[in-house]
């Protein structure tokens, strides 16, 4: 009892970080649109309201969010600073633009760009170098789970994840546990597999930094969250947020889900 009481309390203490990942949606011209219609659905959050938009999309959700609490963060970003590599952008190049949050080692990524454990280190550290945020994303395929090895794959991918990053900079990280199987395909971890999941990124960040530092950094569930299962999910006391894909592109069901964040 006396456990569970602290760990609601250090939940109260940690930013609730919402977060919409629009992947490879919208044009300019329909961000510009949709943030406008956004503003007023979530001006009175509790949480952190962040929308994570493509490349090209930035600049637009930069100006149209000016002046409400809505944080706009890119999908990706490469680890060097310039140079000869065609097609990519760079972390300096983001906070130039005014980007606050970073999407890094997302499962498409991951999948079908190359996006390796070391990449991931790369990037990590290169948006935290810029004064970026990055909302770090790690999950285990459908085989890893029914194969027992859910654990050690969130583990291994959050240390690889994290290496030479200290305990300073590692409060500055957002990571989100996004179960592979479940993105996208409307399969939801259940609330408690959502919770037992993050839980085990805790114990990972409490192993490397110790208990106070894991208890101060923020955690998110991915994968099929929506506008009707996210009070659930978020109750849960490892579930400091959300990673929202599909259901992000319609503001209401966003605010719906922004609203259950408290
Ligand atoms: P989904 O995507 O909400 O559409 O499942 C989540 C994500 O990929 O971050």
Redesign the pocket.
């Known amino acids: 009892m006396i456990k569970k009481g602290k760990n609601t309390m250090n939940k109260a203490k940690r930013k609730a970080v919402i977060a919409g990942?629009w992947?490879m949606n919208k044009t300019p011209s329909e961000t510009t649109e949709f943030v406008k219609e956004l503003i007023p659905v979530v001006k009175d959050a509790d949480c952190e309201v962040v929308i994570c938009v493509p490349f090209v999309d930035l600049q637009n959700a930069i100006e149209a969010a000016k002046g409400s609490n809505i944080r706009v963060g890119a999908e990706n970003l490469h680890w060097k600073e310039s140079g000869a590599y065609t097609g990519e952008i760079s972390a300096t190049m983001l906070r130039d633009l005014g980007v606050e949050y970073v999407v890094i080692g997302?499962s498409?990524r991951r999948q079908y760009f190359a996006e390796t454990d070391m990449t991931v280190n790369l990037k990590v550290k290169a948006a935290l170098a810029a004064g970026l945020k990055p909302i770090l994303c790690v999950g285990e395929k459908l085989e890893e789970r029914d194969s027992g090895a859910t654990d050690i794959v969130l583990t291994t991918q959050t240390r690889y994840a994290l290496d030479g990053v200290g305990a300073e900079d590692a409060r500055k990280i957002v990571i989100a546990y996004?179960p592979v199987w479940?993105?996208?395909t409307g399969r939801t971890a259940t609330a408690g597999e959502a919770d037992a999941g993050n839980g085990v990124i805790r114990k990972t960040l409490a192993d490397l930094y110790g208990d106070e530092t894991a208890q101060a950094i923020t955690i998110q569930y991915?994968?099929?969250?929506n506008a009707k299962n996210a009070a659930e999910l978020l109750s849960k006391v490892n579930v400091d947020g959300g990673?929202?894909?599909?259901?992000s592109l319609k503001s209401a069901d966003f605010g719906i889900i922004v609203a259950a964040a408290k």
């Not at 991915?222 to 969250?225: K, T, V």
């Not at 990673?243 to 259901?247: N, Q, S, V, W």
């Open positions: 990942n992947k997302h498409e996004e479940a993105i996208g991915g994968g099929s969250m990673l929202i894909g599909g259901a």
